[in-house]
Structures are given as C-alpha cells and as structure tokens.
T-cell receptor
C-alpha cells in the first residue's frame, strides 16, 4: 500500500461547481497533514493545513479523519483559476524540527471549464 | 525579500555524467530539503540539511549527495546519472521549528539523455 494515495483524476468540472478530493494515508503515526497546489511546471505551494476539527479558508474546506486515515478537500464555487494539481501531503513524524520529510501523493488534476 | 532560488532552471546531461544543482533558501531560513519530482508523480523527499549536516534522508542511493554551506545555501550532487534521474528537482527551505512552513523554489528541470 502506498504511503499517500489519491485519485489522480482528472476532474473536469464547470465553473461554479463543488468538487471534492479524497486522500488516504498508511502511517497511523503521521503527525501533520496538508494540501498543496501545483500549477503546471511550477513549484508546489501550500494551500492549507488540515486538522481533525476541520478548517475552512474561503471556498476551501479541509477535513482530517484520523480513525479512517482519510483526508479531504472541498472546493466550492469553482473558478477557472482553481485549475491545477492538488497534492495531499503527510508529515510522517514530529522530527522536532521543521517539516522537511513530507510524503506527497501523486496529485489530483482539476480542470475548471467555463 | 527573495524567496527560495534555484539554479540552473534547466539542464541537459548524458548518462554517466555528474551534476550539481544549487539552492539559496528564503531569508531567515536555516533548513534546506531536496525533492525529486518525476513526471506525473508527487515530489519525493531526497534529504534535508541543517547546520551543514544531513539530518534526514529518503530512499535514494548514495549517488545522491549534498552539502550545506555556512550561509545556509545548499547543493545537490548526483553522480553516474541514469535516464531515470530525469525529473524536476525541488529545493525547499524552512525555519527549524515545529510546524515551520516549507517554501519551495521553482526547481531545476534535469533531462538525462
């Protein structure tokens, strides 16, 4: 079983649609969780951290279920500019320092059409 | 304030050659991590440098080595290049503290022919 698994997509949705991405991770001792966004041929950029209590940032909502080892990202009212690859990311341990050793999923490609 | 800078942006090498990639961390950051991203894959952790020493290492062979300098900049060296080493190499920097956010450079695209 891969450490972080995501549906690769692509997800093709119209503007204004709501789209949900899911991710599972294998290491139950994982400490912290994130969603990153990566545009074509660009570097990954942190979209948001994910907590068990859930967190929301505008049109984006992320949720963590530790019992199921499952992470989700919901995008409401999709915009053309949301088109990108969304990477599910897990920090497998609290190394005591910074988050160097991140485990990335393969990413889910989203394409928002007019 | 400059972010993470990497050089060169693109590089073409042939099998068996050696390559050195460079990274300057974001101002105020002392920790540098390197990742390899093959086409269609997520980034894979190579190693992390802190205080001029390799602190963590991913599942990469010894052909991959690195260095961190006193000014926190870093180099990634790959010896005996293989075709499978063709990838985008990403450098990321952070502060050495729990939950210190990772900032990525725009990467070096390496093609091995």
């Amino acid at each position: 079983r891969k450490e972080v698994e995501q549906d690769p997509g692509p997800f093709n949705v119209p503007e204004g649609a709501t789209v949900a991405f899911n991710c599972t991770y294998s290491n139950s001792a994982s400490q912290s969780f994130f969603w990153y966004r990566q545009d074509c041929r660009k570097e990954p950029k942190l979209l948001m951290s994910v907590y068990s209590s859930g967190n929301e940032d505008g049109r984006f909502t992320a949720q963590l279920n530790r019992a199921s080892q499952y992470i989700s990202l919901l995008i409401r009212d999709s915009k053309l500019s949301d088109s990108a690859t969304y990477l599910c990311v897990v920090n497998p341990m609290n190394y005591g320092g910074s988050q160097g050793n991140l485990i990335f999923g393969k990413g889910t490609k989203l394409s928002v059409k007019p | 304030d400059a972010g993470v800078t990497q050089s060169p942006t693109h590089l073409i090498k042939t099998r068996g050659q050696q390559v050195t990639l460079r990274c300057s961390p974001k101002s105020g950051h002392d920790t540098v991590s390197w990742y390899q991203q093959a086409l269609g894959q997520g980034p894979q952790f190579i190693f992390q440098y802190y205080e001029e020493e390799e602190r963590q290492r991913g599942n990469f062979p010894d052909r991959f080595s690195g260095h961190q300098f006193p000014n926190y900049s870093s180099e990634l060296n790959v010896n005996a290049l293989l075709l499978g080493d063709s990838a985008l190499y990403l450098c990321a920097s952070s502060e050495d503290r729990p939950l210190g956010k990772l900032f990525f450079g725009s990467g070096t695209q390496l093609s091995v022919l």
